[in-house]
């Protein structure tokens, strides 16, 4: 269920810039972008060679510059970065090692000038995948103009805020980095209200099973469901705290308009934790539901197996007697037994149905 | 069950004035309302064409102005109102986007002199609609001397208060703008006690019809009850934080009479949560006395095929006993032996009669 | 199960001292009391006229002035209490709309003197009445040296503190308003320990009935004992706070001496609350106990059947056999062949009750 | 379950020192017994005549005088140390009435030089007295230089201590009088871990009588081990806030000394109701473990009842036809017939047996 | 499943160093290392004669030197320890007393110079021992340039630290002492992802468990597991205070450095109690499937009883009615009376059939 972090018990914290590149490297695909913007220009720049990239200087115009990395399999980009950007040993563990708990954390920085004050944020991007919740693991360090991003796999998840950054006059191009970061974070909580969506219809439908047809796997997709909201819970709740101290501690990167737009992110997560928590209290009166209903079927056979008992053995029981092979057996000579003991067994049966009637079993 | 705000993942925060506009007008009916008051004079209009209506000044009596807009389809009268009043554009997006949580929020705001310095506040109106409890946002705009209120439908939720205005010398009427926020709130909170009572009422129906017959669609109602308590108790809980941090944050457009109120205000919202939680532990106690009850049933329907199943295998097996084919069969023969099946018959049955009673099964 | 606020939704707030009289006077028994006491004297009256009353000057001597008034039918009366000491309209409103939370409230007054500063504390009277818990509010009014007390319906509540009070030298008789209505509450709180003493013996009475006996209505019983303990616990919780308010926050009516003793009362509290916890603790397992004992019996049943069924079955299908009317069946013509079948019978009947016994369930 | 106190509801609080001689005396056994001691000497009395003991002064190189009084049934020497210390009446009253809830109070007194400032502290001694957890309310006064316990009956619970102060050097004896306090505390918190012990002895017999065989009893004892479980958190939890506030606020009688023990102590409580809360969990899922237990043998015997069910009824049905008297019934004259019949019931319930293999039903 | 301390309720608290070598020295196996170290130079020794050892001054070039006793049964070398350092009594009984709680405090010390000032910490390394989880206590002491640190058992626990140790210029050894003590929580913590991977995969191994098949002690795997995870959250929870005393409360034995590494290890407790109260709501979960997966087999198994006993009763009825002895039974004597009777017997167990598809139990 969840991903741990693989590092062996007692090995050192942290990675140093230098142990960075003798990390095993796979060649997974890498995709690293560049976004130089200011209010007037705007830049997009694949980049293939990040070190060549990095001596160069950014534009003049360039207010804010953005790199993307999608892909955390190539150690030479990672190093390249920690060494241009001066990332502290214990960011870089944090990024590569996944499943970390969304936090934010500053750090004082010796590189770039405007990355002196750094702070560094790791949250959780979630997605649907078929039925499954899936979380990929985002890391953001932020600058006074500079932001950088690794992402675990290369995806079209900010593909929006490329496109807002696109068009000139937007809120995002005239603003300063920090409130770029509250776009990403924005768009990463925006991404939960569908799934939200999604679960309360698993809900509503699984509620309409139970009550058609008691089946066998009711139960596990119930807690299907259940371990999907925990996991969405154990997302959301550290960005509570994420945002908040985002927008309550006063810190140099972030703006004071940028702190205005925080606050209605932190209403954004209150309000997703509302609503897991209220799921997680509907998920568990299914699970009652559920119960109920088996209940009230075991009771629905009880009663037919008692009443076909309770009807037949009784009648049986004569049928044995008559059965019987005394000699001396009076009922058995007479002409009118055999319409009689029909009578009497219709008689029983009778009196019986409304027995059970009157006692509200049928 | 829960109607979530519909913002595409990554699209910009908030609605800029000039984007108001370009939203989808619908042509839904929508009822604007204009309140001007002072101790002296009263002025109540519907108006038709608001940005005509905005272009004039307020009479000088007129010591609070509220402004009721019923009905959210009209963008324009949205942007007119916007833009006259320079609504922050993250409170026109939670105007617009419903289902926010119940909130206040301070805005510094740059229009008309008195509306400087302002607060926005996000409420729920509860009402039954037949069983169901229904929820409509209404957000509140409130400045020095100016209400700004937006409801979902026009409804006649706030005719009271229209009366209580009409009369002179009310205390309504020689208050200030934030004393008639206080009694829009305070209607909004005294309509739950009636839906409460209801909910009671519902409460002690179904533990009468447990006790009286386990039903099928018991755990559903049951479940139903819950759900309302949810939601009431999701809009209720905010309530508090809401209602609490108005009467004790000091802020200017809040005056030292209204505070004393809010602190009535705040012990009525206090009173229902409370109520709330009595009942969400009764709930949870009607599904154990309805499992308890299923359980009590069957347990009878059991002990009835028990008992004629205990008396009547062992005769029937007495009867195919004689109703054997064997040449030597000595009792067959004798006179007597018919009445005997029949008395040791009598007598196994009353044997096990008693027996049942002394463990108290009958 | 609560008796709610009649309001309606909507209404102003609060109760104007000319409003007061214009509210519908029922024509119920109602007693108004006056005690002027100082350690020198005591003067009780019941006072039939209040209006001529409050002309009058208290006596010289008199230290502190209890006016006490049991019903609420009168409004005349309220009316000339309301506008004597000048109480707020949300006080007024709170003494008549029962079912208050208790709580306590500081209001600036502006009538006699001595009533500048005043506290006003509503908190509620518990009684069993036959098995049923009954809470009934008391609201109370401090000032420096007067107290006003409002009781729903006349009774003998206070009845030892009106004998302290003319025992001349007794604690309460020296002391100042604020020390009587420590005393007040404090007999209040006394109240609960034979409440809840009762409450004791009830759950260990359930114990013992579950026990002996699954019966139908036990587990309405327990529901009963749970809803009386909530609603017990309804009105101790917030007393917590109101007395530890009381105690802590320093206010000119509350004099050191009587802080002192709060403490006391704020302990009593907190021992109650301590002990209702741990009544619904027990009451829960009551359930627990329920069920089990309900399934256990059940159980018991379901062995019974099982070895009543699992000895003749087989043994009726044996008869069965040898009621075939085969003609060539040879064991029919043996001899021996129906003491062995009794032979059979007698072994397959043994060697099931063994196998039982090796499984435990006899 | 709880001795509470006995109080009239409206009764004077407190107990004035001449109103305890009036109390009802009692002519049970008590023990008083008096011990100065300072770090050379150590002089330990039992006193028959209290008054003309307290006459006396004690002796010079006393550093702290200890008096114990087992037994509180004689009022004549409650009053003579109440005077003798002016003990405040409602702490008096706490010594009096038992079943406090533990707690620590200051009061200021006016009695001997070294009693001025003084607290008084309310603990319990818990003891297993067969299987039973017993409680017994100690009460302590601790002054500058004197410490005063009130134990219900006389024990030998501090035999330790006594020990302890009688051995020349001990860090007890070169200490004052908090750290005296102290000890005693600390010995009635050493207590429990023997009984703690004797619990989890409990519970796993319990375990292991559930998974050896259900029987009826076994969920009384659950809840019985539960309630002393829940007695002794009682007693606990409140002791962590008496040891807190002991050792974090300063009070002129606790020395810094005495201060790091009592930090020790506090760890002790922490510990202590750590494991208690760990063994409610585990005897909740004791409960689970039953009744799951329960619901297996059921299903077990239902197993077996269903498959006897299932194999012999086709039987028996097949030989009630055979035993049917129709004249044109062509299988009776077969010779083949009988051993045929044997034949198809040894196939059906062999393809039965095979059929509840397959769904694992054996 | 708690090892609980041992002392004698009532027994002096702390161990005096004079009482240390009085206390039972037993022959255990005792391993003491001492490592010197400093950026330049590290001496590693195994020590056979601590006390000769302890007279001889340290290294000039030792920065650091740590000190590890692992084996608590030699009485003499505890001794010599609590001497050359000064060790408070109660430290030293709470290193020999096992199961403490997790816990840092600070002494003062007046030993050896660097040791003045001291934090004496408490933590719990925790290993898989087969199935069962096993805790081992841990005491370090941690002074100005020494560490003192005491483990139960020889072990190779910390062997990843000696190497990291013995790698010139590793960060480990650049640092102070307050680094290596991080170092060492920080192995310890780090063995927690392992063990907590053990246990989500043995909480999928019971999930497929109880879907495939309801066994007898799926149960009690479950409650295994559950009090594992409790035992793992005694030891966890404390920690997060400890780590996070020690990061925040500034220490003079704790360097700025060091307090970096701490809030990342920090995170990592964190980390790790939320993935334990997921396991624990997981493992509730199971319960519940169990649970249900118990009553559905049950429910499963009372169709195929009920459709035996519905379809065969009434057959075996008729053909007992058949088997009758009336001499006047007119079916009797038909031709077409035995393939009647079959064929009515096919058409009610096809009615039958129907009706049982129709209500979907079949």
Known sequence: MFKLSKKNPGAAPGLEHDEIERLPSETGQVNVTCIDYGPAEIAIRDIDHLEDFLDHHRPEWAVVRWINVAGLSNMRIIHALAT?????????????????????????????????????????????????????????????????????????????????????????????ASFLVYSLLDA???????????????AEELDILILEESQRNVISDIHQLKRDLLL????????????????????????????????????????????????????SDLTETHMSAVSNRMNEIMKVLTMIGTIFIPLTFLAGVYGMNFRHL?????????????????????????????????
């Not at 970390?100 to 649907?128: C, N, W």
């Not at 690794?150 to 496109?163: A, K, M, S």
């Not at 319409?339 to 009778?350: H, R, S």
């Open 330 to 362: 009076p009922e058995l000579d007479q002409v009118w037994a055999y319409p009689a003991f029909w009578a009497v067994c219709l008689i029983v049966a009778g009196v019986m149905v409304v027995w059970f009637r009157r006692r509200r079993w049928m």
């Open 232 to 283: 969405m819970r154990r997302n959301l709740w550290p960005m509570r705290e994420v945002v908040s101290t985002l927008q309550r501690e006063s810190h140099e990167c972030v703006s004071d308009t940028t702190r205005v737009y925080l606050r209605d992110l932190y209403d954004h997560v209150i309000q997703i934790i509302d609503i897991i928590e209220i799921y997680r209290e509907i998920t």
């Open 188 to 202: 990463n909580i925006d991404r939960c209200f569908p799934i939200l969506e999604h679960f309360g219809d698993r």
């Open 84 to 176: 241009k950007y001066d990332l502290h040993p214990l960011a870089v563990e944090d990024v590569l090692h996944l499943s970390q708990r969304p936090k934010v954390e500053s750090y004082g920085g010796g590189g770039e000038g405007d990355m002196q004050a750094r702070l560094f944020i790791v949250t959780h991007a979630l997605q649907l995948q078929g039925e499954r919740l899936h979380s990929e693991q985002v890391s953001i360090f932020l600058g006074h103009r500079t932001v950088l991003t690794f992402q675990e796999t290369p995806g079209d998840v900010w593909d929006p805020i490329r496109q807002r950054l696109k068009t000139k006059g937007s809120r995002l191009r005239n603003n300063d």
